[in-house]
């Protein structure tokens, strides 16, 4: 028989088919298998595999023979087979046990045009696969080669790349698209039908998903506080122990607005407590009015009741109060209907009809106001900083919402004034002087002719410095002395015939203030640094009487220095408007019998300023330039010569002011401590240049300083007010 020479032509290969139809081992005597394999359910002739260590080329020649399709093999599909059946199967499930033993060797079967391609596993992805997407209800199972897309609803999709990865085969990829939260997954058939197990049971809705609890009479604020101490969070265990439990924990925040509860928990059970204890806490009270005390964390309390009062008014006062303490609460111009005639039959047998025939009474607005039943009053503590409110509930959650609104953390403004003065002062002066004062006797009452030069002011003429040589100024003084001489009416002074003058100065300054400041938003700040000067500015002494009575002087003192006077005013797009008054002023002469003369630079402006950035609020650029020639007419033009008949003075002041300013928003609770540490840092290394060195003999006396920086607590978390 042919059959039993196709059996010698496989080596360690059986095939028993059982049956009354004769089996042909020619593949054209058969029909063509379809691709899929729910088109081989039918049944057919049992059969019986039983392949031992048989090469895997041999395997696919006789599958290809039962099941009538066509293989292609890549020249990299090496290696044996080991099938054994101990019972028949049939025909039909030949080609899903080959599939499973493809899959032990590290095979796949990629079916495409009617021929089914046999390549590595790790090739099995470039190669087109059926696709199926989340509207594909019907997936075939089994060993072959998919490519299914899963879109996620709850979960993210890049999240659960690392949960499925390690059950999806080496070679096989998983890519997670977020764009459409998608996962794409090409693997064996069978896997993806428990891959699609895994991911519905994981993309569930969340249980931590936040839930809005409306409030009827109570106030959400205060209901919130409650809860949130009723409900706190486990605090962690102490070092070496477990860490609270997180499914315990809970987030309750209070929506104004709305006057809800927004609350959000791992624990859906902690969720369902609190909307029963909130349902116990939300009901009406029997009171027209109750009593509630609000503690401010923030705001100034009497001034938040000055607020809350001018938007009650009491008695139409229009916003003005009866008085500092408290004041009632009255609602004005009330709207009244007037009653509807009753439909259906009264006690007269009036029926529908009747009653359509009474004239209908329209609605009519009241002019004049009424209170209402239920009056409140407002009342600040500023021991305490607390409000009392009495009000109904209604009332009292509309002021307690406004007050929440007002009883926030203001920021603060940290301000920063450079004021740079660089100051140029360069002088020269040159001259010659000469004096005769020992003339010969021109008469009988022996008068004598002088004569000479004199320029200059006090400490730089000739005629001065002969009366007192210690008053010459500064600079080069030569002359030529011959002795002394005595002028009736002046004295004897020096008889100087000759002085050569000369100076040269040159002197700058540089004065660099850094005055800062530290204020609350909208408050006024003022710093100065400088001292308290007295100014005359009366005196009054009586003389010629009896008894002359003490005399005395009226001062008035003023201060002089840096003085930084801010008002900052932050918006809401963070820029800060400032309204400066900046003062520089210094004492520059004592000897004044009026009084000290003073020197003052101030600006006053208000400027428009974004957070962090330095502007120039003021400045002055001031040259002074002075060309002095002092000469004797006609000599004094001589050439050359003329230079023993002249003084000639230089003089160039030049001042540059300039006034900058740099403000910092600091609107979080441990905004200012990079500024404060860094000031006091600064402060500490100032002192410890300032430390003395050891002496020999002289004891250590010890240097005051600062004490070293504290560590920063961290702030309480839920704080009751």
């Known amino acids: 028989m042919k059959l039993v020479r196709t059996l010698h032509l496989l080596p360690a290969l059986s095939l028993v088919f059982a049956g009354s139809e004769a089996w042909s081992a020619e593949p054209a005597a058969r029909p063509a298998a379809p691709s899929t394999s729910t088109s081989r359910t039918a ?4 059969v019986t595999l039983n392949f031992i260590n048989a090469d895997i080329e041999g395997v696919v020649k006789a599958v290809s023979e039962i099941t009538g399709k066509n293989f292609v093999l890549d020249p990299r599909v090496k290696g044996t087979v080991n099938i054994v059946s101990a019972k028949p199967i049939q025909k039909s499930l030949v080609y899903d046990v080959f599939l499973s033993a493809l899959r032990l060797q590290g095979f796949a079967a990629i079916e495409e045009r009617g021929t089914v391609m046999i390549v590595p596993e790790a090739d099995a992805k470039l190669h087109s696969s059926p696709t199926y997407g989340p509207q594909d209800k019907s997936r075939p199972a089994g060993d072959q080669m998919r490519t299914q897309v899963f879109t996620l609803k709850y979960e993210s999709a890049a999240q659960l790349v690392p949960i499925l990865r390690p059950l999806i085969a080496p070679n096989n990829p998983i890519t997670a698209y977020p764009g459409g939260n998608s996962l794409v997954i090409t693997d064996y058939a069978s896997n993806l039908v428990r891959i699609e197990k895994i991911i519905d049971s994981i993309d569930q809705p969340s249980g931590s998903d936040g839930v809005v609890i409306p409030l009827k009479y109570a106030s959400a604020l205060d209901v919130a506080q409650s809860v949130n101490r009723l409900f706190a969070e486990t605090p962690a265990g102490a070092s070496g122990q477990a860490a609270a439990d997180t499914s315990q924990r809970m987030t309750i925040i209070a929506d104004t607005r709305s006057n809800s509860l927004l609350a959000r928990s791992d624990n859906p059970s902690r969720l369902a ?5 909130v349902t116990l806490l939300d009901t009406p009270t029997s009171a027209a009015g109750n009593m509630h005390v609000v503690h401010l964390r923030n705001a100034e309390a009497v001034k938040v009741a000055e607020t809350l009062r ?4 009491g008695n139409g006062a229009g916003g003005q109060s009866k008085s500092a303490g408290a004041l009632p609460l009255a609602a004005t111009a009330p709207i009244t209907m007037a009653p509807l005639p009753s439909i259906g039959t009264g006690p007269g047998g009036s029926s529908l009809a009747a009653a359509q025939a009474q004239p209908y009474t329209p609605l009519s607005f009241s002019s004049q106001a009424q209170p209402v039943a239920a009056p409140g009053i407002i009342q600040a503590d500023a021991a305490t900083n607390s409000i009392i409110i009495t009000a109904p ?9 406004v007050i929440d609104k007002l009883d926030t953390r203001r920021a603060q403004v940290y301000v920063e004034a450079l004021i740079a003065e660089v100051t140029a002062n360069k002088a020269a002066e040159l001259g010659v002087q000469w004096q005769y004062l020992n003339g010969a006797a021109t008469g009988s009452d022996n008068t004598k002719a002088f004569g000479g030069t004199n320029f200059g002011g006090a400490g730089t003429n000739i005629f001065g410095i002969a009366q007192n040589p210690t008053s010459a100024g500064r600079g080069l003084n030569v002359g030529v002395v011959k002795g002394s001489i005595t002028i009736p009416g002046v004295g004897t002074i020096s008889d100087i015939g000759f002085l050569i003058r000369a100076l040269a100065a040159d002197s700058s300054n540089n004065i660099l203030s850094t005055p800062t400041l530290l204020t609350l938003d909208n408050e006024e700040a003022r710093i100065v640094v400088g001292q308290n000067v007295p100014f005359l500015t009366g005196s009054y002494a009586v003389s010629g009487a009896a008894t002359t009575p003490t005399p005395f002087q009226t001062v008035m003192r003023q201060d002089v220095g840096i003085t930084l006077r801010i008002k900052p005013q932050i918006s809401e797009s963070g820029s800060v408007r400032l309204q400066i008054y900046q003062e520089v002023s210094t004492v ?6 009026a009084g000290p003369i003073t020197n003052k630079r101030s600006v006053e402006s208000m400027v428009l300023v974004d957070d ?5 609020i003021g400045g002055l650029i001031d040259d002074n330039y002075r060309d002095t020639v002092e000469k004797v007419p006609v000599l004094g033009d001589l ?7 002249q003084y000639k003075s230089r003089a160039r002041v030049k001042t540059n002011l300039m006034v900058f300013l740099r403000p910092s928003v600091l609107r979080e609770p441990h ?15 100032e002192q410890d240049k300032l430390r003395p060195k050891p002496g020999g003999v002289l004891p250590d006396m010890g240097l005051p300083a600062l004490p070293p920086l504290p560590a920063a607590a961290p702030p309480a978390a839920n704080a009751p007010r």
């Not at 407590?273 to 204890?277: A, F, I, N």
């Not at 001018?310 to 008014?313: E, F, L, N």
């Not at 509930?393 to 919402?401: G, T, V």
Request: hydrophobic content about 40%; cysteine-free.
């Open 612 to 616: 962090g950035q330095i502007i120039v």
């Open 393 to 401: 509930d209604a009332i009292y959650n509309d002021l307690r919402a």
């Open 273 to 277: 407590k609190l909307r029963s204890l």
């Open 671 to 685: 905004s200012a401590d990079g500024v404060t540490f860094g000031r006091y840092d600064y402060i500490i290394g």
């Open 639 to 645: 050439p050359l010569l003329g230079s023993l008949f």
């Open 43 to 46: 049944g057919g002739d049992p």
């Open 588 to 593: 520059i002469d004592n000897t004044n019998p």
């Open 310 to 313: 001018a938007i009650y008014p």
